[in-house]
C-alpha cells in the first residue's frame, strides 16, 4: 500500500471533513512524485499549498466544532496551531533540500504532523458528533 492513500478507517462520516482529509493526502501525493521526479521547484509550491490547504481545513473543522457546541474544541485548536507550527518548521528545511532522498525523508517528517489529524486528532471528536446525530451511527 502506498503511505498516503485513503483508508477506510479514516472515514469520519462528515462529508466536508473527509472530503478536506482525502484533499491533504491527495496532495502529499503529489509531493512525493515531484520529489521522485526531483522537480524541486514544484514541490516547493506544492508543500505551500499543502500548508495553506491544512490551515483552511483546520478554520473549517473548528468552525464545525464550535457550531455543534463540542466542549473541547479549544483543545482542539492548540492541538492544530501545535501540529501547524511543527509542519512549518519542517517544511522551511524541506524546501532548501535538493537531494531526493533527503528531500523525501524530510517530507514524511512534516506529513506526519499532518497526518495525525486525520488518523488521530479527529478521532476524539468522532464520538461527541455521534451522539450529536451529527454522524450517523453505522
Ligand atoms: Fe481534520
Ligand atoms: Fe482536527
Redesign the pocket.
Known amino acids: 500500500m502506498d503511505k498516503f492513500d485513503w483508508l477506510e478507517s479514516f472515514e469520519l462520516g462528515i462529508a466536508e ?1 473527509d472530503e ?2 482525502r484533499g491533504m493526502l491527495a496532495i502529499m501525493k503529489k509531493i512525493e512524485q515531484a520529489a521522485d521526479n526531483e522537480a524541486y521547484d514544484l514541490c516547493n509550491e506544492l508543500l505551500d499549498e499543502l500548508l495553506d490547504f491544512t490551515v483552511m ?2 478554520k473549517r ?1 473548528e468552525e464545525m466544532l464550535t457550531e455543534v457546541g463540542y466542549p473541547n474544541v479549544d483543545i482542539h485548536k492548540k492541538y492544530h496551531t501545535e501540529l501547524l507550527a511543527r509542519a512549518k518548521s519542517v517544511k522551511s528545511v524541506c524546501q532548501d533540500i535538493k537531494s531526493k532522498n533527503n528531500l523525501k525523508e524530510c517530507c514524511y517528517e512534516m506529513f506526519s504532523f499532518l497526518v495525525d ?2 488518523v488521530n ?2 478521532l476524539k471528536f468522532k464520538s461527541y458528533l455521534e451522539e450529536k446525530g451529527v454522524i450517523k451511527r453505522p
Open positions: 471533513v478536506d482529509h481545513h483546520f473543522e489529524d486525520v486528532g479527529d
